[in-house]
Nanobody, 120 residues
């Protein structure tokens, strides 16, 4: 099993930056693909970014491409989401997730979420 704890959320003005961290427990962290998702009030959860177990492949939602960067440090069991040029529409609870394959919904582990609020 993998336990995930997100941190780094907060309130920031539009145009600002935040870096989210997700610390994972378990010795098999490096074998899991990791992803970030978000859910805004009244909306469904949506994919933000993902990274392969090795860090060699990354994937982004079109809405964040060029502004957000996902990375991981397997030695620290941590995945990061650097968020730049933040917009009010980025406001949401951000969740970290891990999966041994690519099926976060049915074969994934999830953190408790961290709130990101972007003011205009």
């Amino acid at each position: 099993q993998v336990q995930l704890v997100e941190s780094g959320g907060g309130l920031v003005q539009a145009g600002g930056s935040l870096r989210l961290s997700c610390a994972a427990s378990g010795r098999t962290f490096s074998s899991y693909a990791m992803g970030w998702f978000r859910q805004a009030p009244g909306k469904e959860r949506e994919f933000v970014a993902a990274i392969s177990w090795s860090g060699g492949s990354t994937y982004y939602a079109d809405s964040v491409k060029g502004r957000f960067t996902i990375s991981r440090d397997n030695a620290k069991n941590t995945v990061y989401l650097q968020m730049n040029s933040l917009k009010p529409e980025d406001t949401a609870v951000y969740y970290c997730a891990a999966t041994p394959n690519s099926d976060y919904d049915h074969d994934g582990y999830w953190g408790q979420g961290t709130q990101v609020t972007v003011s205009s």
